[in-house]
């Protein structure tokens, strides 16, 4: 066994200069670039919340934390063009729907207190299924998740700290916060794709280890670590199944609504048409931007030659 299939074996990481399968190429571009997407996409539904933050403390952790989100999408692109993937024709595709982003960001956010449970459930659920991507295959992709990993961590906590709050507030907070958890759990709980007998490429991405455990997976390991959290809290998850089971040593949890699921993945969702508005007109309104970064560096190249 040599080239790719023996670094893999190894549990080595495939660099941008190994030789690698077509379709594997193919796959992490998708993967990575439908990831980045998602970080750019998911700052709005936060985004929209900074010019209302009830203090200036909110003020402050909220718009480090969109910032963030920028950032990852940054590094993202960046590992996505490794590969040698284009930028701008990666925006295109997100634009024009050739390539997805995840379904969470199609929700809207209606109160403050669905910033805390972003943070808290949206950021939480990114963190299980971004931890085991520092092992991933791909060097730089498995790179860019360290770091990003570590800013997650902090968005969680800025989540459940403002949730904490609130909780500890009046009962009308605490009745945001329990409305807001309402809205927000299912819909995170599908943030860790279709059920394993559904996702047909699992198999694969298992074989070429960018993934480590599959959906169905990760997805109890959300419920676990989320129920002590709740209870913590004092909120409760709209989920009548959810219990412990003694046997299995993990709660049993309903069923997803996968039609749901399917329809928002298919453009339904509450607010996809408005994220790709918005994602749309500030790449316009940046166009003088690149146009005068592209000048600029022209005119420095001319005058080194
Ligand atoms: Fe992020
Ligand atoms: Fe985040």
């Known amino acids: ?15 941008p200069r190994d030789r690698m399968p077509d379709a594997y190429r193919a796959t992490m571009v998708r993967q990575i670039a ?20 009830p203090s200036l403390r909110r003020k402050a952790i909220l718009l480090a934390k969109v910032q963030d989100e920028a950032g990852h999408g940054l590094y993202l692109y960046a590992a996505a063009e490794t590969l040698g993937a284009d930028r701008a024709d990666l925006t295109a595709k997100l ?8 379904s969470i960001f199609n929700y ?26 520092c092992r991933t295959s791909y060097g730089p992709y498995a790179r860019a998740m360290i770091r ?21 507030g009046t009962p009308e907070q605490r009745e945001m916060v329990q409305e807001a958890v309402d809205r927000w759990w299912w819909p995170s709980l599908m943030m860790f794709g279709p059920p394993d007998a559904e996702s047909p490429n699992t198999a694969r991405s298992m074989a070429w280890k960018i993934k480590r455990h599959t959906n169905d ?3 109890q390991r959300f419920v676990d670590m989320s129920v002590p959290q709740a209870d913590a809290l004092g909120v409760r998850l709209p ?16 069923e997803v609504d996968w039609a749901e699921f399917r329809r928002v993945i298919g453009g339904e969702g509450p607010c996809n048409a408005e994220r790709i508005a918005v994602r749309r007109s500030a790449h316009e309104e ?20």
């Not at 040599?2 to 549990?11: C, H, K, L, Q, V």
């Not at 634009?95 to 995840?102: L, N």
């Not at 972003?118 to 991507?133: E, F, H, K, M, R």
Request: aromatic share 8%.
């Open 1 to 15: 066994m040599t080239g790719f299939d023996a670094i893999i074996a190894r549990d080595q990481r495939i660099e």
């Open 34 to 53: 439908q990831h980045a997407h998602s970080e750019i996409i998911g700052m709005q539904p936060e985004g929209r919340w900074i010019t209302r933050a």
């Open 95 to 102: 634009i024009s729907g050739a390539q997805k982003y995840s």
């Open 108 to 133: 809207p956010s209606l109160t403050f207190a669905d910033v805390g449970v972003i943070g808290w459930l949206v950021d939480g659920a990114a963190i299980c299924n971004q931890v085991p991507l």
């Open 148 to 168: 990003i990993c570590k800013e997650e961590s902090f968005h969680q906590r800025q989540g459940y700290e403002l949730l904490m709050r609130m909780t500890r």
């Open 217 to 219: 997976e990760l997805r």
């Open 239 to 254: 989920d009548p199944e959810l219990r412990w089971n003694e046997e299995r040593g993990h709660y049993d949890f309903g």
């Open 286 to 305: 940046g166009a003088w931007v690149r146009e005068a970064a592209e000048a600029h560096a022209a005119k420095r190249a001319g005058r080194a030659a």
